[in-house]
T-cell receptor
């Protein structure tokens, strides 16, 4: 059964700092998704990574995928308070049936 | 931008009552899903639906749950006899083809009292 692990689960950091969230998964997959969730809200799609070596950037966030290591990273550059949220990675196992989510990383950025 | 619409946004129901959660997926999407998120916890897969039938379901999706696409636009999740532990946020999602990206609705917060 596919397992998806994120770390850290909680992260408190100061504005202006850089940090990386890691997402490991247990079985072969070449499709990985990052979502953002604000408290009480829905899941906002951030990145869709569809192949080994894929790198995507949007503003201060950059995501990458290494399918051989079964690892994706979400890098935050010069964090700002507005990025405070919970970030989920999710892995697509069978392409059609479902995606499996990690537990999420709750990111709190201190002004 | 097209979106997945869910109603109601919040439903309170008594234990043992039936509830129906409604979703309108993006019109040209072919795959439909329900997920749930107990407060503060991870997002859990419930069921996927394609070509008018369930393609996969999780252990959570027992006989108390059912899904339907009654009219070609709505996609519903029915819980026959709600339990306290069914209290959660329920998200509907759809995708054009599997693996090309999933769009989630805004969710229905179900509170069972």
């Amino acid at each position: 059964e596919l397992k998806v692990e994120q770390n850290p689960l909680f992260l408190s950091m100061q504005e202006g700092k850089n940090y990386t969230i890691y997402c490991n998964y247990s079985t072969t997959s070449d499709r990985l998704y990052w979502y953002r969730q604000d408290p009480g809200k829905s899941l906002e799609s951030l990145f869709v990574l569809l192949s080994n070596g894929a790198v995507k950037q949007e503003g201060r966030l950059m995501a990458s995928l290494d399918t051989k290591a079964r690892l994706s990273t979400l890098h935050i550059t010069a964090a700002v308070h507005d990025l405070s949220a919970t970030y989920f990675c999710a892995v697509d196992m069978n392409r059609d049936d479902k995606i499996i989510f990690g537990k999420g990383t709750r990111l709190h950025i201190l002004p | 931008e097209p979106e997945v619409t869910q109603t109601p946004s919040h439903q309170v129901t008594q234990m043992g009552q039936e509830v129906i959660l409604r979703c309108v997926p993006i019109s040209n999407h072919l795959y439909f899903y329900w997920y749930r998120q107990i407060l503060g916890q991870k997002v859990e897969f419930l069921v996927s639906f394609y070509n008018n039938e369930i393609s996969e379901k999780s252990e959570i999706f027992d006989d108390q749950f059912s899904v339907e696409r009654p009219d070609g636009s709505n996609f519903t999740l029915k819980i026959r006899s709600t339990k306290l532990e069914d209290s959660a946020m329920y998200f509907c999602a759809s995708s054009l083809t599997g693996g090309t990206g999933y769009t989630f609705g805004s969710g229905t917060r179900l509170t069972v009292v």
